[in-house]
């Protein structure tokens, strides 16, 4: 499906995610956080009916564009025409998610080698940094069971997500959600760059711990070091950066 048609089928406020959540994998691929074809962001459509977009499985993150993502329902089955199919795995985590957590819209999936050191730690993620102590703040943990295939893994993604933005999976990597898709760029940027800082501190001399007093009011200093606008702060010169880089995430 191309853009021309693409944009004839869709209206514009499911255009504008498209072109975002399209964005959002180039950043990803650009920031060299993506596994080949193996991980996944998706985003809610608006409306009542529990549409998801998805990425084209056998497509590299620098391969996506507003028009060749998929969109399916909580069953997997796609609801608008598209010649691409999905990945199963990626269909399990998210769907898991999209069903419960009404509040947020994207969801973003990584399989970084910072992430999954750190998944792949007894101790998961340590509050050591600034990043780790705004994370520290909402996050949760799920068990690996295996390649996610396995459709009674859901409730358990579910339960251990909880209200929470931020989870490790264990042996397996990241996962961050948010209302919108700034939202969770930046949940994951902070996620991931957490991951980094430990691995590195790891390989230097005695941690220091950030104060207990300090972790649980971290969120709202946050909240107004953004001036309330969150990922949204940033999103527009993201963009910027990504249409100087290559503007056909927009086709």
């Known amino acids: 499906m191309g853009p021309t048609t693409a944009r004839t089928l869709i209206g514009e406020a499911e255009w ?9 994998y180039r950043l990803i691929a650009s920031f060299g956080w993506d596994d080949l074809i193996f991980t996944h962001l998706t985003a809610r459509v608006p409306g009542p009916e529990d549409h998801f977009l998805v990425n084209p499985y056998g497509f590299l993150f620098e391969e996506i564009t507003a028009s060749n993502l998929v969109k399916i329902d909580l069953q997997g089955r796609k609801v608008l025409e598209s010649p691409h199919v999905i990945n199963p795995a990626g269909f399990i985590v998210h769907s898991a998610i999209h069903e419960v957590r009404q509040d947020i819209s994207c969801v973003i999936h990584l399989h970084t080698c910072a992430g999954v050191a750190v998944a792949s730690q007894a101790e998961g993620l340590l509050a050591i940094s600034q990043q780790a102590a705004i994370v520290h703040s909402a996050l949760g943990y799920h068990d690996y069971e295996g390649i996610a295939i396995n459709t009674e893994e859901r409730q358990r993604l579910q339960r251990d997500l909880g209200n929470n933005s931020f989870m490790i999976l264990r ?6 959600v948010g209302p919108t898709i700034p939202d969770a ?6 996620l991931e760059t957490a991951c980094q800082i430990q691995v590195a501190a790891q390989a230097g001399g005695d941690l220091i711990a950030v104060d207990e007093s300090i972790l649980s009011g971290i969120q709202q200093a946050a909240s107004a070091v953004t001036l309330g606008l969150g990922g949204l702060l940033a999103w527009p010169a993201l963009l910027r950066k990504m249409d100087r880089i290559d503007p056909s995430f927009r086709d």
């Open 16 to 24: 504008q995610l498209r072109v975002d959540l399209a964005a959002l």
């Open 171 to 176: 042996n397996h990597g990241t996962l961050a």
């Open 185 to 190: 760029f930046l949940a994951i940027y902070i």
